[in-house]
């Protein structure tokens, strides 16, 4: 292939990351703009979320998927900063272009970005991240969620929205354990955090509930066994009685069994399916039967009754009290399940006016609960805003000419890339991105590293002193994939070239 040719790939494979950028790059920061994807049947999802644009675009072009690829990596490890990573990968290409065009080889750039990158994150991590510790103070905690928040439809509600994440996490100790349900109706305002479970199925015959409730969970065990579609049984007609009338038989000793467990009555909650004609029976015991849960829910209910799920009738080792009540959210009944124990589960219940402005809340709550969850569980601290990515550039600069050769221009490239965060911010809040970026310069000649855009006025402003503060590892896991995505991009085509197709 010739040299010509090779470039071309290369460029095209620039373009298409480009492209994708784009369409993110305006999501950016507390005044970013939302997007409004529609697919083919018009179904329509408003969003201001890096992760689920992502997620829902259409791309076919490699170097596209790549740079989705690093968003996904982006949002599994970190809950947040998908956008950022996006639009850090967009500039790096982009100025490596510019690198290229100067003559300098895809292998170098790659080589200086790499150097730049292992600068950059262990200046981050010495010089510019506090230490998070397990016993944070609630107020930085709740700052931390309300970085990850803004600009998710929840303004109105930003201080409450935040102090519930807060309570979520540090009830349950992690992200992971905190269930979140939206119930469509009601102002966000009215979230609350339910300690207990939630869920959305009722007992198979209605009856009102008692408060108070004895309760056990099994797996499996009250219908028939699933006969194995391959297999032909042949049967007279009174063989057939004789064998279905054995299963049924063997269904209510199952179900005799849970009698035993539940004298007073109570309340049967089963992973798998239950015959209807068991469920009339135990109903009749006083039993209501919940059946076809998700593991997930059967999770949370073991943790909300301490007591564990039992496989089958016949393991049940002991019943648990709880109180239970249903209440009826927009023609949907749910089922509130509380223990007598004190435990970590909880529900978030987010109330929201309709399904898609609810559907946003809860992306930005699970952001919100993935940092705060980060930062109690250890992670550091840095000042927020883009105000890092603009230190990080500065020291770049000053530590660039230690190093030997062309990689210090990629070095210095990579430097500039750093600062598209802050100018982003910047520019979507309708402020010029340069004088941003000329003032943190300023600031940071001063050793003023926390300073980053200030939304309101155009000018800059000490993020800790706002309280824009977010979780190192979202800062640095950024650079890391941005970094990783750029080089395996200028790298495809030297894969190409080598090929000589
Ligand atoms: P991402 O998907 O990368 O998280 P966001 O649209 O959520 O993108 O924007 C996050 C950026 O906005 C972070 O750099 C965060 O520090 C910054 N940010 C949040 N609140 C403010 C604020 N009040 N002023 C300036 N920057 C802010
Ligand atoms: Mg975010």
Redesign the pocket.
């Known amino acids: 292939m010739s040299e010509v040719e090779n470039e071309g790939t290369l460029r095209k494979n620039i373009n298409a990351a480009k492209m994708i950028v784009g369409t993110v790059k305006s999501?950016?920061?507390?005044l970013?703009r939302d997007k409004m994807m529609v697919d083919a049947a018009g179904n329509a999802v408003v969003t201001?979320?890096?992760a689920t644009i992502m997620g829902e675009l259409d791309v076919s072009h490699p170097g596209g998927k790549m740079i989705i690829e690093g968003a996904k990596t982006q949002e599994a490890l970190c809950y947040?900063?998908?956008?950022?990573?996006v639009v850090l990968t967009g500039e790096m290409l982009g100025n490596s272009e510019g690198l290229l065009n100067k003559g300098l080889h895809p292998n170098i750039v790659c080589n200086g970005y790499n150097q730049a990158a292992a600068m950059a994150v262990e200046y981050l991590e010495s010089n510019l991240s506090l230490e998070g510790q397990v016993g944070m103070e609630d107020s930085d905690l709740k700052n931390i969620a309300r970085?990850?928040i803004?600009?998710k439809t929840v303004d109105a509600a930003l201080d409450d929205v935040a102090e519930l994440c807060v309570q979520a996490v540090k009830k349950a100790g992690s992200a992971e354990k905190v269930r979140v349900l939206p119930l469509p109706g009601g102002s966000l305002r009215d979230s609350y955090l339910f300690n207990g479970a939630i869920v959305n199925k009722m007992p198979v015959l209605e009856k009102e509930l008692e408060r108070t409730q004895h309760i056990v969970l099994i797996n499996t065990g009250l219908e028939p066994h699933k006969t194995d579609e391959n297999v032909t049984v042949q049967l007279d007609m009174q063989g057939y009685t004789q064998f279905k009338s054995l299963g049924e038989e063997d269904l209510l000793l199952q179900a005799k069994l849970l009698v035993e467990y539940l004298p007073e009555g109570g309340m049967v909650f089963i992973r798998d399916g239950a015959a209807d004609h068991v469920c009339t029976y135990l109903d009749k015991q006083g039993i209501s039967v919940v059946r076809r849960l998700p593991e997930s829910t059967m999770r949370a209910l073991s943790s909300t009754l301490g007591v564990s799920v039992s496989q089958t009738p016949a393991d049940v080792e002991c019943s648990a009290k709880g109180m239970a009540y249903s209440e009826r959210h927009y023609d949907v009944d749910y089922l509130f399940i509380q223990g007598e124990i004190e435990s970590d589960q909880s529900t978030l219940v987010l109330r929201g006016a309709t399904t898609t402005t609810l559907d946003e809340i809860e992306r930005g709550f699970d952001?919100a609960l993935g940092v705060v969850s980060l930062v109690m569980n250890g992670d550091g601290v840095v000042a927020?805003?883009?105000s890092a990515y603009a230190a990080m550039a500065a020291h770049l600069r000053t530590q660039a000419a230690s190093v030997e050769g062309r990689a210090q221009m990629a070095i210095e490239a990579f430097a500039d890339a750093l600062e598209i965060?802050p100018a982003t911010?910047a520019e979507n809040g309708g402020h010029d991105p340069l004088d941003c970026i000329l003032n943190l310069r300023h600031k940071l000649q001063n050793d003023e590293t926390d300073f980053?855009?200030n939304?309101e006025d155009g000018g800059v402003i000490s993020m800790w002193k706002?309280g824009?503060i977010?979780p190192t590892s979202l800062v640095r896991q950024a650079i890391l994939s941005a970094t990783e995505v750029t080089t395996a991009i200028l790298k495809i085509d030297d894969m190409i070239a080598k090929r000589g197709e």
């Open positions: 999501t950016l920061g507390p970013g201001n979320d890096g947040d900063g998908t956008t950022s990573t970085t990850a803004t600009g952001d927020g805003g883009g965060i911010i980053g855009p939304i706002i824009v977010e």
